[in-house]
């Protein structure tokens, strides 16, 4: 049995992108439903041009209210969410149909997020989902879901957004309305996405306020504050002890981390053993593979720079032509190994 497919796009204001996303994936879903927020611009007029089901709605600020409507009306077996300002390889878009024959509830993807500032940082977000009525998103800002009793898939497909590249303007809409929104504190991963807000933004003093005293992924954070001013004794120290985490996700992320603090510290055979432990954890982790390139090219052993390099281009073209258009403008060799300082 074949298992039917939507894709799901919220949209306000999105002309400028809503053409090229919907020309490149429409075709590869067996609907394409637009949840249409008081759009006043051309949106519309370009919605028409494809054949997508378009549901008008006002809401304002809870964005998995507005996922969760997409669910509501969706008629397929799964639905793959993105946003007009992300964008996936066509690679990738054919793996995703080929995952869903697992027949997963929730499937998780990386989101490579593009600053204006030349870094990037990864987050983690179910973007795919089993359409029931057991399976919804949950929090007003950032969207997750309660996957207990549900049966998890962490994919290595990548979304890459653009959103940051104009400036931190969304990223402080985003955790000022959270912030003045109903808190309860009992909700880590909501103190988790505050203060990755504030570490982006580099406002240390609030990352380490909402930190406190708190879980593992909390203690990353407040590293990669001490990292951010090197302080590389008390981030390595943390660092160090979150290397035995349960969590494979985090620990490749803090094995990246050791590898940029190893560097700052001139220690570049314990920076390669940490990134390279990390491509252990996860060969598909092509940020760490782009820092291992990098301090390869930095300690001038072009060999391995071209290896690491090739094996991104092999793999995931797309990052790199981003990476291209983004970092390597930028001439300074010393900038390019640490460029991606931001990924947590």
């Not at 494809?50 to 509501?72: E, H, P, Q, V």
Request: charged share 20%; aromatic share 14%.
């Amino acid at each position: 049995m074949n298992l039917s497919i939507s894709l799901g796009i919220i949209i306000k204001n999105e002309e400028q992108r809503l053409f090229y996303l919907l020309s490149k994936l429409s075709s590869y879903f067996d609907e394409t439903i637009v949840i249409n927020n008081q759009s006043t611009d051309k949106s519309k007029i370009i919605l028409q041009q494809f054949n997508s089901r378009i549901i008008d709605t006002k809401i304002n600020g809870d964005f998995s209210a507005l996922y969760n409507l997409a669910l509501i009306n969706c008629k397929t077996d799964y639905i793959f969410f993105i946003d007009a300002d992300e964008d996936i390889s066509l690679t990738d878009i054919l793996r995703l149909i080929e995952y869903c024959k697992e027949k997963g509830d929730v499937y998780y993807f990386d989101k490579y997020n593009y600053t204006s500032a030349g870094t990037m940082f990864v987050s983690r977000l179910p973007r795919l989902l089993k359409v029931s009525k057991n399976i919804y998103y949950e929090g007003i800002v950032f969207n997750q879901i309660n996957t207990a009793n549900l049966k998890i898939i962490n994919t290595n497909l990548i979304i890459h957004h653009f959103g940051f590249l104009s400036g931190y303007e969304k990223i402080k809409e985003k955790y000022l309305f959270l912030y003045n929104s109903l808190w309860n504190n009992d909700k880590k991963i909501d103190k988790y996405y505050i203060a990755s807000a504030y570490l982006i933004l580099n406002d240390f003093k609030n990352v380490l306020k909402w930190c406190g005293a708190g879980d593992d992924n909390l203690l990353f954070l407040k590293a990669c504050v001490y990292l951010s001013q090197k302080d590389y004794l008390n981030a390595d120290n943390i660092l160090m002890s979150l290397l035995d985490t349960p969590n494979m996700s985090l620990r490749c992320d803090v094995l990246n981390r050791l590898g940029i603090s190893k560097f700052y510290q001139h220690q570049y055979s314990k920076c390669i053993c940490f990134f390279s432990k990390a491509l252990k954890c996860n060969s598909n982790l092509d940020y760490v593979r782009y820092n291992l390139a990098q301090v390869y090219l930095y300690v001038n052993i072009p060999v391995k720079y071209l290896e690491q390099m090739n094996h991104i281009k092999k793999n995931n073209e797309m990052f790199l032509t981003i990476k291209n258009g983004i970092i390597d403008k930028r001439d300074d060799v010393h900038f390019h190994a640490i460029s991606d300082l931001l990924i947590f």
